[in-house]
């Protein structure tokens, strides 16, 4: 009787089906090894296979439903919303003629808004829209916190066409409207295109600082030459050519005189060589009176010789 180990089972009933496809093919030698080689592996399904594949199998399908919708956005929200990134709060500092609430509206924050997913550039581009707002900043501040510094434009002057008047910065830029009182002490630049040379009219005023310090409004006559307000209400016409030397001569003979504190109403200097000076009509009809009683005195005296 022949005995047989379990080992040379095992190789028997290994090699049986190997030895079968040998016998209908012809294999070679290391073909023959790795069909051996496999049929000895124990192939074994792992728990809960299926189970874990329906669970992937329901998730991507849930992704896909997502990308299809266009609703990637919203649920990247939505989930760093619930893991505790949603706005709570947001600090503005900086503003003193911007209101909160006009720079809130530009955030356009939705409900449940996330800090992670926050288009800070965007926002950026909105709140910049807004009248006074040269530059903002805005800065995350994890976990909830959105931070915004905003830079004002700062007021230049009034500008004044027809019956509309506005503040503007220093580039000609309309700010907002001037019906606030806090704005009545800027100089009032008035006319068409008055807006875009203001910085001309203040630094032609800075010329003669005793005219300066008592300048109110600056017109532009036909986009040519300047008419200058002062406090006082006297107005001084200025030429095209040399206007420096026209307010040079004005304030000399305000210095000298006081021109300027006469019962004036206007100077003349637009001819540049000549001076012509309006008076008040009280002040005309004095003159007047005046001269009527040099007359006469010259009159008596001319009888009496």
């Given at each position: 009787m ?10 028997t009933a ?5 030895t079968e ?7 070679s030698?290391?073909?023959?090894r790795r069909?051996r080689?496999?049929?000895?592996i124990?192939w074994?399904?792992?728990?809960h296979?299926?189970?874990?594949g ?13 990308i ?6 919203e649920?990247?929200?939505?989930l760093?919303?619930?893991s505790?990134l949603?706005i709570?709060?947001v600090?503005?500092t900086?503003?003193?003629?911007t209101s909160?609430i006009?720079v809130l509206?530009r955030?356009?924050l939705p409900?449940?808004?996330s800090l992670?997913?926050?288009d800070l550039?965007s926002?950026r581009?909105r709140?910049?829209t807004?009248?006074w ?6 800065r995350k ?10 830079d ?5 002057v009034?500008w ?6 506005s ?7 309309v700010?907002?409207d001037?019906?606030?009182t806090?704005?009545?002490d ?9 807006d875009?040379r203001?910085?001309e009219?203040?630094?032609l005023?800075a010329?003669?600082s005793?005219?300066?310090s ?10 040519r030459?300047?008419?200058?307000m ?6 001084l016409m200025l ?5 420096e030397?026209?307010?040079a ?6 210095a000298?005189n006081g021109?300027?504190s ?5 100077v003349?200097?637009?001819?540049g060589n ?9 002040a005309a009809?004095r003159?007047?009176?005046?001269i009527?009683?040099?007359e006469?005195?010259?009159k008596?005296?001319?009888a009496?010789?």
């Amino acid at each position: 009787m022949r005995q047989i180990s379990p080992r040379s089972t095992k190789e028997t009933a290994g090699d049986a089906p190997a030895t079968e496809m040998a016998a209908g093919l012809k294999l070679s030698p290391w073909l023959r090894r790795r069909i051996r080689t496999f049929s000895r592996i124990n192939w074994r399904v792992p728990r809960h296979a299926g189970l874990k594949g329906t669970a992937l199998l329901f998730a991507a399908t849930g992704i896909a439903g997502i990308i299809s919708a266009d609703r990637v956005d919203e649920t990247v929200t939505w989930l760093s919303s619930a893991s505790g990134l949603a706005i709570e709060s947001v600090k503005i500092t900086g503003q003193t003629e911007t209101s909160e609430i006009a720079v809130l509206n530009r955030l356009e924050l939705p409900p449940e808004a996330s800090l992670a997913t926050f288009d800070l550039s965007s926002a950026r581009e909105r709140v910049e829209t807004l009248p006074w707002v040269e530059n903002a900043t805005l800065r995350k501040v994890y976990p909830a916190t959105l931070k915004i510094t905003i830079d004002e434009r700062k007021p230049y002057v009034l500008w004044q066409r027809d019956q509309t008047v506005s503040v503007i910065d220093e580039q000609g830029r309309v700010i907002g409207d001037a019906s606030d009182t806090h704005f009545r002490d800027l100089i009032r630049v008035v006319g068409q295109g008055a807006d875009k040379r203001a910085g001309e009219a203040i630094a032609l005023a800075a010329s003669a600082s005793s005219i300066r310090s008592r300048l109110r409004a600056a017109v532009l006559i036909s986009e040519r030459r300047w008419n200058f307000m002062l406090d006082n209400g006297v107005t001084l016409m200025l030429p095209q050519e040399k206007p420096e030397a026209a307010l040079a001569v004005i304030a000399d003979l305000d210095a000298r005189n006081g021109l300027l504190s006469k019962d004036v109403v206007s100077v003349d200097l637009r001819l540049g060589n000549r001076m012509f000076v309006r008076l008040t009509p009280e002040a005309a009809e004095r003159r007047t009176v005046e001269i009527k009683e040099r007359e006469k005195l010259a009159k008596r005296k001319g009888a009496s010789t």
